[in-house]
């Protein structure tokens, strides 16, 4: 039979990029190139996302690891804001500072100021401590002050004095002295111009005691009336001391807070805070009191913080917490690791005598603050996994603002001194990166997934094999060369990195968007350069990296082929066997995959079992192969059991096989080896079969075809080619192929072929050398055809299974009389 109508032309086998498309000596000579490449679906939602201003169209990146995305938007945003920029189109940045709460000092404030202004009052603040420190303390060590504090501390003390006097020498004439001991003034009775004593007091009779002590209770009397005079006088002259301590305090800082109050009168937040400051100036006068002393410190701190906990001077602090100054256009913030702290700020401490001690100036701004009027960058898998962070963002984009989140408290334990920072109002694009599968299980778990991000920009995996598409892959090609610091390319090279991306796809109309992986290519294409001295890298290196990488990985590969060439995994590859066939199955691990032929054995006998699946029977088969299986009783009932019931019972194997089978990949062999068993026609050893089938016989595409076919070839290359081997793929595959050029080098030359079959009956006759046979209008299938073979043997299985039950009846009956 002539089989030459079934095989696929040379050039159907593998796609070559013609190197005279590249019009340059090397990638050096072409811009840059590092934004989108055939991703127009992505693009416009990136940019609708970016443009759209209302609440909650924050964008989600959806697409494979590898292509770029996250890289890519960024470039993107960024380009766009230059355009903008180009445009006179401008964004208002402000700085952001965490200021001193004077009523509640563990909720510091936030406050806005414009770009560039948040160091300027910080400065102005020191400054102002300076000047106040300066001024207060020359005032308060004038002589007019110590001269007029003296002056009246003299007056007040003079009068204390004469009051005194008074009660002193009304005592003595009455008979008493007055002295004062460490428990206060005491009154004791004079003898003689002296002090009673104790034993002459209780030599007195009744009436003298009585009458002492009676004029000792009204001199108490007096006494503290006196007293309590004195504490009044003193009293009085302690506030008119702190008058003037107000009255200088008044002068002097007022004259100073005039043109910071004048300056920020736009900022409410501001000019509450220096009110606040002034009110506390001039009810701590007392710390600008005196000359300057030098600063103790105990273990590089203050000892007026360490003894009381606060530093008096903390007010005066601002800190800075966002800076935008010098920045130009909005911020794009790509944070590689969103913990808690990284996105939403932190609050540091300091450890100090057993204790930790927190303030305004410990808070440190995460990555929402900072990309505060910008853009956000995060990729979805980090978001969820780390403890916290999702639930924390959902709530920040809702409510406008950036809440500082304390991890104690998140994990249920107590904070040490916690702070309540007063939230930070927000206005950021958020742009998650992740796969398909995380957005559609966020979309359907997640009630408010759907509210904040209305923007998906999916990434494709391929773009179109277009030539505008090739021209920008080799502009890309000249940006990884210039950002790895490698030699550029010159056209072949270019051409061989399309063809591989080609391949990497398995399509022959479309290419890897993988950039990741391209950039891989150029460092090792790069380095086989450098050994070769070669001044561009050409298509030779490019193939030298694709090479030796497979080497790298093939290990598992080499083992197989090599038990499958020693007979110790069973593999005919020539000859004709009935019932038996070679199918192509592929090991995927990770970082490579590679196709290997199984033997697939089918054996028929009487029977109204079915099909068989010993796979299924022994539990190595997946749902997908199992189903696969399945089908196969379909199609043979659809063709050849519409007269007769189908009695047969026929087993499937894959031989030596000890692990899980699943796709249904192999389903055609499966149904061929079927076939055989039944018409007694050998298969050819030599041609493996791929390809899924359907219960109408058509043969269905597969993937992996170039790894499947590759396999083969080489298990046939080392046992010899002999010119009659081959492989059996599906016709819709065609496109797919992308083969090495070993493979296609040996079709060309007739060693080896590559067939392809739309349906069962074309393949059977490729693999059996015997036509399939159509059915004729008298309903009966050509003499010696496959089909006409299977009909009769299944006619026949028929009449002796129905026999058989006939005979087993007959003897069950005569039994039955007998007894």
């Not at 000092?105 to 406050?111: F, K, L, R, V, Y």
């Not at 009487?606 to 009783?633: A, D, T």
């Amino acid at each position: 039979m002539e089989l030459k109508k079934y095989e696929v032309p040379v050039d159907k086998l593998r796609w070559e990029c013609d190197p005279k498309l590249f019009d340059f000596e090397c990638t050096g000579d072409l811009t840059p190139l590092r934004e989108f490449i055939g991703q127009e679906r992505a693009t416009r939602a990136v940019e609708f996302g970016i443009n759209m201003a209302d609440t909650g169209y924050n964008i989600y990146v959806a697409g494979l690891t590898g292509t770029g995305k996250t890289s890519m938007v960024k470039a993107y945003i960024e380009r766009v804001i230059k355009e903008r920029e180009a445009r006179g189109e401008t964004v208002d940045l402000n700085d952001w500072c965490y200021l001193y709460n004077f009523k509640e000092p563990d909720t510091p404030q936030i406050a806005s100021l414009p770009q560039g202004k948040g160091k300027a009052f910080r400065k102005e603040i020191t400054n102002l401590l300076n000047k106040i420190r300066h001024g207060l303390g020359q005032a308060f060590s004038s002589e007019e002050y110590k001269n007029q504090k003296q002056k009246t501390v003299e007056a007040a003390q003079a009068q204390q004095q004469k009051l005194l006097e008074e009660i002193s020498g009304e005592a003595r004439r009455q008979g008493f002295i007055l002295q004062m001991t460490p428990s206060g003034p005491v009154l004791i009775p004079v003898k003689e111009d002296r002090p009673m004593q104790e034993q002459e007091y209780l030599s007195l009779n009744e009436d003298v005691k009585k009458e002492l002590d009676s004029r000792q209770a009204e001199l108490r009397k007096k006494l503290k009336a006196s007293f309590e005079t004195a504490s009044n006088v003193q009293t009085k002259a302690m506030e008119r001391l702190q008058k003037v301590d107000e009255d200088i305090g008044e002068y002097t800082v007022s004259g100073l807070f005039g043109s910071l109050f004048e300056r920020y009168s736009d900022w409410p937040k501001v000019t509450q805070y220096l009110t606040g400051l002034k009110a506390y100036i001039l009810d701590n006068l007392e710390l600008f009191k005196g000359t300057e002393e030098p600063v103790h410190t105990v273990f590089g701190v203050p000892v007026s913080q360490a003894m009381g906990g606060r530093d008096p001077f903390l007010p005066f602090q601002v800190n800075v917490f966002v800076d935008n100054d010098g920045a130009k256009g909005p911020p794009v913030i790509l944070e590689s690791n969103p913990n808690l702290g990284n996105m939403f700020g932190k609050i540091e401490r300091r450890f100090l005598f057993g204790g930790y001690l927190s303030d305004h100036t410990m808070l440190k701004a995460g990555a929402l603050s900072k990309a505060n009027g910008g853009y956000v960058l995060l990729s979805v898998n980090d978001v969820l996994t780390n403890p916290g962070v999702w639930p924390a963002l959902k709530r920040a984009i809702k409510n406008g603002e950036v809440r500082i989140e304390d991890p104690f408290e998140q994990s249920g334990l107590i904070a040490p001194q916690g702070l309540r920072p007063e939230p930070m109002p927000i206005k950021v694009k958020v742009v998650l990166t992740g796969d398909a599968l995380l957005y559609q299980l966020l979309s359907m778990y997640d009630e408010d997934f759907w509210e904040i991000f209305k923007v998906k920009a999916d990434f494709d995996s391929e773009i179109e094999r277009t030539k505008d598409n090739m021209l920008a892959y080799a502009a890309f090609l000249s940006g990884c060369c210039k950002e790895c610091e490698a030699r550029h390319f010159d056209p072949s090279g270019v051409a061989k990195v399309i063809e591989h991306s080609a391949r990497i796809v398995a399509d022959q109309e479309r290419l890897s968007s993988r950039f990741a992986q391209v950039k891989d290519w150029v460092e090792e294409a790069n380095y086989w350069a450098l050994q070769d001295n070669a001044k561009f890298i050409s298509a030779k290196h490019v193939q030298k990296a694709i090479d030796e990488r497979l080497f790298r990985h093939n290990l598992l590969d080499e083992r197989i082929r090599d038990m499958i060439n020693r007979g110790t995994i069973m593999i005919d590859t020539e000859g004709g066997v009935v019932g038996q066939v070679n199918g192509l199955s592929i090991y995927a691990l990770g970082d490579i995959s590679f196709g290997k032929p199984s033997r697939i054995t089918a054996k028929t006998f009487l029977g109204r079992g079915g099909v068989i699946n010993i796979e299924r029977e022994s539990q190595l088969s997946g749902p997908i192969h199992s189903k696969g299986v399945m089908i196969l009783s379909g199609y043979l009932g659809w063709k050849y059991a519409q007269d007769k019931p189908l009695s047969l019972s026929a087993s499937l194997c894959f031989e030596q096989s000890y692990e899980g089978v699943e796709g249904d990949s192999a389903s055609s062999a499966e149904l061929y080896a079927i076939l055989s068993s039944l018409s007694a026609r050998p298969i050819k050893q030599g041609i493996a079969v791929t390809g899924s089938v359907n219960q109408k016989g058509e043969i269905q595409p597969i993937g992996g075809v170039n790894q499947k076919i590759e396999g083969f070839f080489r298990v046939c290359q080392a046992k010899g080619l002999n010119g009659d081997q081959g492989v059996l793929i599906p016709r819709q595959n065609l496109r797919n192929l992308m083969l090495r050029e070993e493979v296609v080098g040996a079709v060309r030359q007739g060693r080896f072929h590559i067939y392809s079959a739309r349906t069962i009956d074309e393949g059977i006759e490729i693999l059996t050398g015997v036509p399939a046979g159509e059915k004729q209008k008298d309903g009966v299938y050509p003499e010696g055809t496959i089909s006409c073979l299977v009909n009769k043997r299944l006619e026949e299985m028929a009449e002796r299974l129905k026999g058989f039950y006939y005979d087993q009846e007959k003897k069950e009956g005569a039994q039955g009389r007998c007894s």
